[in-house]
């Protein structure tokens, strides 16, 4: 099983609003990933986590809050977002140590109206 | 730094032809990993290959096939007897080991992706 999954799917949210994404794999990876894509752009690396801690920040707005309430599960928590962070978000998950590959989600398409 | 560049911004064929899409990267460490995704319209990078800096051996995988080439920094993919299902953005990603014992943590740096059309 090499499955990633991300809810939601799609979402909408206002500037005001306080929402979550979620994303879950039950690979036994113990490093798991956010990233952040626009359209018709590469992914970029947003956060990484490493045995539940926290490793690598890659400078993100505050408004973004990341998550990893256990091994299996991360979280994206979003509040007070501006429509220029309308993007595809995915998720990501691979072994902590060795040679390794990540395995994506399909990801949450975030539109901020 | 590291740097993925995929020249290749767009390229269509038609069912049945054979198709290499480019990657060429930089990277200052010994010690690296290069990947290949598919990304077809739902969204999810699939992943397609790893290969290790040390092992520049070649792979066929069915219709896919990967020549990795030190020398001139290259990644290449070809897929044979293309099909509309291969359809998709391709990425190549380059990994470099962070320094503990050469693990990869999946810190990617991508490529600018290959949009792939196959027509029937």
């Known amino acids: 099983d090499t499955e990633v999954t991300q809810t939601p799917k799609h979402l909408v949210m206002g500037m005001t609003n306080k929402k979550s994404l979620k994303c879950e794999q039950h690979?036994?990876?113990?490093?798991m990933y956010w990233y952040k894509q626009k359209a018709k752009k590469p992914p970029e690396l947003m956060f990484v986590y490493s045995y539940e801690k926290l490793s690598i920040n890659e400078s993100v707005p505050s408004r973004f809050s990341p998550e990893c309430p256990n091994s299996s599960l991360l979280n994206l928590h979003l509040h007070a977002l501006q429509p220029e962070d309308s993007a595809l978000y995915l998720c990501?998950?691979?072994?902590?140590?060795?040679?390794?590959?990540?395995?994506f989600g399909q990801g949450t398409r975030l539109t901020v109206v | 730094a590291q740097k993925v560049t995929q020249a290749q911004t767009e390229i269509s064929v038609v069912e049945k032809e054979d198709v290499t899409l480019d990657c060429v990267y930089e990277t200052r460490d010994t010690t690296y990993y290069l990947f290949w995704y598919k990304q077809p319209p739902s969204g999810e990078l699939v992943f397609l290959i790893r290969?290790?800096?040390?092992?520049?051996q070649n792979e066929i995988s069915g219709r896919y096939s990967w020549n990795f080439q030190k020398s001139t920094s290259s990644f290449n993919f070809t897929i044979t007897a293309s099909q509309v299902v291969d359809s998709a953005v391709y990425f190549c990603a380059l990994s470099e080991a962070n320094g503990r014992g050469g693990t990869s943590y999946g810190k990617l740096t991508f490529g600018q992706g290959t949009i792939l059309t196959v027509h029937p």
């Open positions: 990501a998950s691979s072994q902590a140590r060795g040679y390794t590959e990540a395995f």
């Open positions: 290969r290790n800096s040390f092992d520049e």
């Open positions: 690979m036994g990876h113990r490093a």
